[in-house]
């Protein structure tokens, strides 16, 4: 039997003003204005669908992304948020986030999204150089960043996240290390510092730009990691850092193997249901189609051979220890059946394992992919 996790609710807005040249997100870029009001209330319908699926469960928090959220009036915000909590039990002190981009932000359309229930801002800065910027397509300034890092601080919010890229097209560690300086210098609680890849699908993954090498990426990752450390932010994940008592509710939540419904073009869900199956969903991509009201394109059972991996795809990404019980909590499946690939990755030295909790190693860490191709 399974044990309900956590439930969190993701809700997708599927616009941009541009598309940048390296995403591979269901965004779009906007050829006219934002269909505010219909959008909203396609995502009402489709939350009412989707909450069959979890009947009277609490939902411990909501993450608004895209695309760009940002772009979304103050006054389908407050209609969508008054819908969301009309619809389901919102936990007392639930983080709720949303994506901003800083080509978007206004100090007026900040406060009244906070008024409308949102208490976390994700900021999209990915780097300080308006050279870096420009080539990675952005539609602001290193300004506009710091002006929407000093807003958002100045909100008085539970949180808020920069996201910050490095390996850029070009990029030197010295250059990485500066972004980093000057985002540390504004004092998010949160920092996510992801590498660029290149994505097929894509305008750069078409005509490539020249990367940092490897020895430069890791030059680059060890000195930033330190810069880090030493300002006070601890990793949690691989590219998520926050201060003491700043992590991601959300994002824990899904590599926690938690569960969480998915509205909006293309959002995924994963549900966990009392009679033991676990569920993936997918909506419909295109806001055409989805906005036709054919919201459910894709729903599939997780089948029991597929769940060690699931699981330990999001969990072992996380440094903080597993508990060997919520294996069988949340996959409903018994520790005997994956002995063998915990000997294995035991073996490589990739984990540790006690009486209660698996750990990843320094050497998993860095070797993740082979120690997550031990549950295939
Ligand atoms: S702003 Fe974000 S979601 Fe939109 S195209 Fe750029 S990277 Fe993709």
New binding site residues.
């Given amino acids: 039997m399974l044990n309900l996790p956590p439930l969190s609710l993701y809700i997708h807005i599927p616009w ?1 003003v541009q ?2 040249p390296y ?1 591979d ?1 269901n ?1 779009h870029a906007l050829k006219e204005e934002v269909p505010h009001e219909a959008y909203v209330s396609h995502l009402l319908a489709d939350l009412d669908q989707s909450l069959r699926l979890a009947p009277q469960r609490p939902v411990s928090s909501i993450f608004i992304g ?3 959220p940002s772009l979304l009036s103050a006054e389908a915000m407050h209609r969508l948020m008054d819908g969301v909590r009309q619809r389901l039990c919102l936990l007392p002190g639930a983080e709720v986030t949303m994506e901003a ?1 800083p080509g978007t932000v206004e100090a007026a359309r900040f406060e009244a999204y906070q008024a409308a229930g949102i208490n976390r801002i994700s900021i ?1 800065v990915q780097s300080f150089s308006a050279e870096k910027l420009q080539r990675l397509g952005r539609i602001h300034g290193p300004q506009e960043a710091k002006e929407a890092a000093r807003l958002a601080k100045r909100l008085g919010l539970l949180s808020f996240n920069l996201d910050l890229m490095h390996g850029l097209p070009n990029q030197t560690p010295q250059q990485a290390l500066d972004d980093l300086r000057q985002a540390v210098e504004l004092e998010p609680p949160h920092l996510s510092w992801y590498q660029l890849t290149i994505e097929p699908n894509t305008l750069f993954g078409s005509r490539p730009p020249v990367l940092p090498d490897d020895d430069a990426l890791w030059d680059i990752y060890q000195r930033g990691h330190e810069l880090l450390c030493a300002a006070g932010y601890v990793q949690y994940e691989t590219s998520a850092y926050a201060k003491p008592g700043y992590r991601c509710h959300h994002n824990l939540n899904y590599w926690r193997f938690g569960d969480y419904l998915g509205i909006g073009c293309g959002a995924h869900g994963k549900v966990s249901l009392s009679d033991g199956r676990i569920v993936r969903t997918v909506k419909t991509r295109h806001p055409r189609g989805y906005m036709e009201g054919r919201y459910l394109a894709e729903q599939n059972d997780v089948e029991p051979q597929d769940r060690p991996f699931e699981f330990f795809m999001n969990r072992f990404r996380l440094l903080e220890p597993c508990p060997r019980e919520q294996f069988g909590q949340l996959t409903g499946l018994s520790e005997s059946i994956i002995r063998p690939n915990i000997d294995r990755a035991l073996e490589a030295g990739y984990i540790t394992e006690s009486d209660t909790e698996w750990q990843v190693t320094k050497k998993g860490k860095l070797f993740l992919n082979s120690l997550l191709e031990l549950f295939l």
């Fill in positions: 941009c598309k940048c995403c997100f965004s895209g695309g760009t981009n999209g």
